[in-house]
């Protein structure tokens, strides 16, 4: 499995600004965080990315996006539809080849040497199958994350078979359906925002997005899967799960989601304790404790 | 191997199922101590839950059944008190550990029996209950609530669809779910209980349906009769409101979700909690509440959960509190996202989970139901059984069944359309008025299920075979087969397991149902645990109509012939019932639609028109303008505005009848409107109470020496015998039997009249202590041929009821003189003080429960002496029925009466004769006109002789002591401490033989100041100084609404007549008699251990029935 392109979804209406935010990285340079994304994906081999924004939105991103702006296709989601519908926008992009898809609101910090995307293309060309990033969750989070059910894989550490996927399941549907042997009570495996996608997935996102255009004003739609609930990656990886071989991992490396309250700062002070700067960054940490102690 | 323990091993069915009955019949003493020893050393190593917990009720039983019966009669122990105090605080195992150390010093007894067999007892059952808790907790899908413990940790959110308020002028929108309630064909001899489930899958089989009611008369047509709503509010409380129980409270804080007993809103909270609003994990989290609510459901919005059951009584056997638990969860569950869908009806795993759901919230609020009992979530009629614990499960390897059963609903192929109409066509259903507490026959039933006795292990065998026939009949549609087999199943396998499953009432019924319609009444259909509450009777459905009224008015003429002797907490109703198809079903209402039902704002708005409109919320506002809307509206049928008129306008208050009435109650009886006085200035200023009950704690108390005693349990010398007989022949006793108290334990506080209780089957039928003492009287009198006349002292409340019972009966046609000696005093509750109930709950050693219904207990105390602080301590209590507001001054009080009403006068007129009385409790069945004892009696020439038996862990409230060396009877309350009762051998059992002339002396009277009335009381009056008067607390009950009862503790006085033996110039002795003489029955829980331990039969033994 040769994965070359990579899509990125930036265009959820209060998160299409983040990807322009500007951050300091592990070696002391001052980049944007769609800077940093994009160095993350072609850290792991990928030589053409597709954007999904918002109309309108195209000049700033190409201003952030610095010296790859080469490598990058930015296609509009005109309608704000939800995430699979974004995914969607990239079908034509994707064509017939896996790729690898991000989410625009993440930044990702490896512990290894190898950065994140590229180890989870290496498992998705290992096993030649759609695979998931995935990290143990505590319960509360629940209500943020796509999470994941299934078994271990023979012989593999951090490998698991899925077998069912659901979007913000509740702690009930969790326990009684998403239980991984070997993890912690009250953790779960949810998406890490990083998938090796296939093709299937465009073809499964196209189906169930005219099924629900065609049921959108049935009661029983609406009720089943309440009312203006769009499509979502993991309805698309629920079907995936049950057709194809489909994988989840867990990476060595931690997320950010930059969307979050102080989700930004969470991130920078990430990137800057694992660089050139810590021992600056910590110095002034314990300055502002001391002084923030003294007041109290 | 040890017999007992290859019967638990064994997986030979023909082995295993054997009765421990038969194993110990032929065992010696010391044969069954050895065995004893070994399965106690058994259960100790025992890993298995199953064996440990059977090997626990073999011990009870032997303890408390076989052992006893081979100890030799004059066997004397003590109650260790150390063993007590494990007990009281629940350490079972140490309890254990320190009776069986004593046994070993001392050797057996049977007070020491007495203590193992509750000890083993109470561990069982503890051992089970905790079992059923762990797999409840351990129900995937349950167990992540116990995990949260903060509120920044909550995983669930509300769903979008109730916070959406469209252009934001309208209210939110309005969750509301209808769910019907479960009836049982059949539940295979209560095989519902979990541990039966759990350990007999196969054997644990229920048929049920769900219904809508109606009261007939009343409701249009069978609706489902729980409904509950559910909405966003713009306030962060959560608000529970109990539309039915007239109780609303906004909670702020979630310390306070978790205080059960503090308003009539336990159930609400106990579903809010299992539904996982607000999840079990967070008990002790000190947060306001709007912290939750802002993540679940958003900043500065709140919930609001309304639970509405259309006046369906307590007692219904219809489960209606575990299915309006199962509805509160399923609607929140459906605002969170745990079911699937949020509206329409439930899909079965989401069914499972409430049900799940709805055990955990039994188990939270301190409850307690079957498996069965969610089944009105589910739809039409199913059959719900035991599954076997498989691999994965969180029972596996622990208990051979699961927690939850499996249910298959059956379909049109399998009941037609036509066999359901058929059914709806035949059955009327009922609610009798009884609202009887089903728990202690569910703890029978367990135990009998674990000992095997053969009649029923049988029994069982042909439940099971029942709810087959049932089910055939379904199939063919047979409805009169139906009725066939439940009534089969009623008089057969379940009175066989349980006798007290029926009662006269039900009997009676039935009785007239038969003579009334003959073959057209096609049977009995008992509900749920125990008959007496709902039950179902099955006609013809040509007569079905008639019938329905003919029912309505026969239950209430019985229940007037019988109310003063059963517990009835209502009125009896017809229902009409229908048979729902569609289970529980939820709908979402926005926009104008958005009301909640009537009696919510009868409850609500005059609340909120106290307040300035400014304070009220937008959405308040707009309901307020919405319900003005409706009351203007010409064309509306007025029903909204004519019951919010009735809430907010005042009426004539009707309890100024009552307060009057009182008044002229206490006039009739004999009130002391001074002594009163004086007693409450006296309980207000601290003089009387009950820590000054208490002798003095110099006071020296130590046991009896053998001198003091005459021990006759090995029966008396011959000649003492002679001296009796001859005595009776004469014609000189009598018996007294006093029967003026209200049995306040035998009924907790019902205020019915013990003595007409019809609690026992004898000779196939029910009879009342009444009966049994006249009939055991007669039989002395005959076997000694010599007339003994017969007394019965009665009180404010017992008085009229034992004076028509007896004229309704003919006498019982007892052929000697039969006297009803009326109470001459009465006394007024009042309300308790709260240093007494702190006293009678933190001072005294009280019995722990399990955790949580500690906890439900602890906050209820907190609730009971808030209100006595807010109703005023020591102050009349009169809040209430006025004969609840009054009470027996205490059993002295009932042999002076017999002087001062002329009964003795009128006595000694007819008999002349007569020497000696025979006085005793109601309840002491075994007490008889036993010449040897009355022989001793003469011959000792003493004024009265206490009967005493040898005390057992029950016997408590006193004893024979020698205080200061003197001998004497000293009362529980006048223990100057817990322990010295365990120091005393001997128990008072109140049978007291009674020379007259000697009694008439100590009163400083004789035969003839009889005549005068004047000098009776004063005699009296200068007595009952020289006794002491005790301040008790007794529960009593007050009704309301649909068979709603509170538990309130009052205050009230007494003297006591074992007092009379601290009179230095009295005489007295102390006859040591048999235990099954001198027991007393003063719960109806020891009904079913004192049938099978032989007493029952003993006293039969002792009747002659005509």
Known sequence: ?296 | MNRLIDVILSSDAAIRDQSLDAVCADASLDDLLAQCRELDEFRRQSDNLYHRVRALFFLAAIYRYHLPSRLPVSNTGLVPFAGHEHLLERRFQEAIDCFLTDQEQHGPSAAIASCLAEAYHQLAFQTLADQVRRSVRTVRGNQWMFRIGHPDDHPLRIRRELLNRGDGSSPSPLLCERTSVRMDFSHSAWSDIFFLGMDFPEGARVLNVSVDLGVRGRDDAPQPPIETYLRVIDQPVLRLVSTDLGASTDITSIPEMFDFARDYLGLLKAAVIAAGLVPPGLEGCDHPMSDLLSRMVGPGLGLEVVSKVNDIPKGSRLAVSTNLLGSLISICMRATGQVSSLTGGLEEADRRIVAARAILGEWIGGSGGGWQDSGGVWPGIKLIQGAAAEEGDPEHGISRGRLLPEHTVFDEDEVSAETRKRLQDSLVLVHGGMAQNVGPILEMVTEKYLLRSEPEWTARGEAMSILDDVVEALREGDVEKIGSVTTRNFHGPLQTIIPWATNRFTDLLIEHSRKKFGEQFWGFWMLGGMAGGGMGFIFDPDVKAEAQDWLQQTMSETKRELQTALPFAMEPVVYDFAINDRGSWAELQAGDAAMMPDRYYGLLVPGWLKREARDLSPQTRWELEQLGETCRDSNSDNSTSRMLLDRMLPRADKDESRVESLHDLLETFGFDREQHEQICSDLRAGRVGLSQNRLPSTTEITDVKSEDVIDVRNGAEARYVDLGKAAIRGGEVAVVTLAAGVGSRWTEGAGVCKALHPFCKFDGRHRNFLEVHLAKTRKSSREHDGPIPHVFTTGYLTDAPIREHLEGHQRYGFEHPLFVSPGRAVGLRTVPMVRDLRFAWEEMPQQVLDAQQQKVRESLRAALIGWAQQAGEGEDYTDNLPMQCLHPVGHWYEIPNLLRNGTLREMLERQPSMKYLLLHNIDTLGASVDPGLLGLHIDGDQTLSYEVISRRLEDRGGGLARVNGRPRLVEGLAMPNEEAEFELSYYNSMTTWITIDGLLAAFGLSRSDLDHPSTVDRAVRRMAKRMPTYITLKDVKKRWGHGQEDIFPVAQFEKLWGDMSALPDVSCAYFVTPLQRGQQLKQQSQLDGWLRDGSAAAVKALCAWS
């Open chain 1, 1 to 296: 499995m040769d994965i070359r392109k990579a899509v990125i979804t930036a265009a959820a209406p209060d998160q299409h600004t983040l990807p322009l935010q500007r951050l300091v990285d592990r070696q002391g340079q001052d980049k944007t965080a769609l800077q940093l994304i994009v160095e993350e994906v072609t850290g792991a081999g990928i030589e053409e990315l597709c954007l999904v924004i918002r109309p309108g939105d195209q000049v700033s991103y190409e201003q952030a996006a610095g010296e790859h702006l080469g490598m990058i296709h930015f296609v509009d989601q005109t309608e704000p539809r939800g995430y699979g519908d974004a995914l969607l926008r990239a079908r034509d992009f994707v064509g017939d080849d896996p790729f690898l898809h991000l989410v625009g609101d993440h930044l990702y910090l490896s512990d290894s040497d190898t950065c994140c995307a590229k180890q989870l293309i290496d498992i998705a060309r290992e096993h030649a199958c759609a695979v998931s990033a995935v990290q143990a969750t505590r319960e509360n989070k629940l209500p943020d994350f796509g999470a994941v059910g299934g078994s271990h894989v023979a012989r593999h550490t951090d490998l698991y078979e899925v077998t069912r996927v659901i979007e913000k399941p509740t702690p009930t549907q969790a326990e009684q359906e998403l239980i991984i042997a070997g993890l912690r009570a009250g953790y779960y495996l949810c998406f890490f925002g990083m998938h090796v996608l296939t093709p299937f997935v465009m073809e499964t996102l196209e189906h169930l997005q005219s099924e629900t255009v065609g049921h959108e004003s049935t009661p029983a739609a609406l009720s089943s899967r309440g009312a203006n609930r769009s499509i979502t990656l993991s309805d698309a990886l629920s079907v995936l799960a049950q057709r194809q071989k489909y994988l989840a991992t867990e990476l060595k490396g931690t997320r950010y989601n930059i969307g979050a309250q102080y989700g930004l700062l969470i991130a920078q002070l990430a990137l800057s304790l694992t660089g050139r700067d810590r021992d600056h960054i910590l110095t002034e940490l314990v300055e502002l404790l001391a002084m923030r102690n003294n007041r109290a």
